[in-house]
């Protein structure tokens, strides 16, 4: 199999703290890990994408200095929403992928982030 | 830009009834996916779809690939209750696999 990890599942904090979310793939080398935002009732929405080694790939729209990306291994990439604010409150789903053209996505649990 | 769009977004059905979800995409792509997410839980790869024509099965859903229509399905035989949940279909965007989901479709079946 192939299992994705994320840790915590759920955060509440205050206005004007830093998060960290991390994402490790258990048993395999994720070359490429996404990162998705999902607001309630909503669909997933890529923020963005980061290869091991390399600066992440945003979106448009999303934040590079807010929602700093790390991927140094090829198991663990994090996600830090620096100095969150309640309109960061979201669920927070990151995936991972081998090498390859046509390797699937393994997801996460997701990460809960609740900013009061 | 590519787009995904799903409809219906909310489907009420009855157990036993059968039903379709229908997925369509704007540009170009040879991959598509389906998922189901469970309320407050993470995605559920259900069917991955690589070329044109491609039909695959399991269990009381059927999913299937139409490239030149740009048009995915997702059919839904015999519903029941264990079924109910959100079920999204994804494209692949061409670079570095990175996937474009449609809006989902909140599928509820009652007895």
């Known amino acids: 199999g192939a299992v994705v990890s994320q840790h915590p599942s759920r955060v509440i904090c205050k206005s004007g703290t830093s998060v960290k979310i991390e994402c490790r793939s258990l048993?395999?080398?994720?070359?490429?890990m996404f990162w998705y935002r999902q607001f309630p009732k909503q669909s997933l929405m890529l923020m963005a994408t980061?290869?091991?080694?390399?600066?992440?790939?945003?979106e448009q729209g999303v934040e590079k200095d807010k929602f700093l990306i790390n991927h140094a291994s090829l198991t663990l990439s994090t996600l830090t929403v620096t100095s969150a604010h309640p309109e960061d409150s979201s669920f927070y789903i990151c995936?991972?992928?081998?090498?390859?053209?046509?390797?699937?996505?393994?997801f996460g649990d997701g990460t809960r982030l609740s900013i009061l | 830009e590519l787009k995904v769009e799903q409809n219906p977004l909310f489907l009420s059905m009855q157990e036993g009834k059968n039903y379709t979800i229908y997925c369509n995409y704007s540009?170009?792509?040879?991959?598509l996916y389906w998922y189901r997410q469970d309320p407050g839980k993470s995605l559920e790869s259900l069917f991955v779809?690589?070329?044109?024509?491609a039909v695959k099965q399991e269990g009381r859903l059927m999913a299937s690939l139409d490239t030149k229509a740009r048009l995915s399905t997702l059919h839904i035989t015999a519903a029941v209750h264990d079924l109910s949940a959100t079920y999204f279909c994804?494209?692949?965007?061409?670079?570095?696999?990175?996937?474009?989901f449609g809006k989902g479709t909140k599928l509820s079946v009652k007895p």
């Open positions: 995936s991972a992928s081998r090498a390859g053209r046509n390797q699937p996505q393994h």
């Open positions: 048993d395999f080398q994720a070359t490429t």
């Open positions: 980061s290869n091991e080694g390399s600066k992440a790939t945003y």
């Open positions: 540009t170009t792509s040879d991959r």
């Open positions: 779809l690589l070329s044109n024509g």
């Open positions: 994804a494209v692949d965007r061409g670079s570095q696999g990175n996937l474009i």
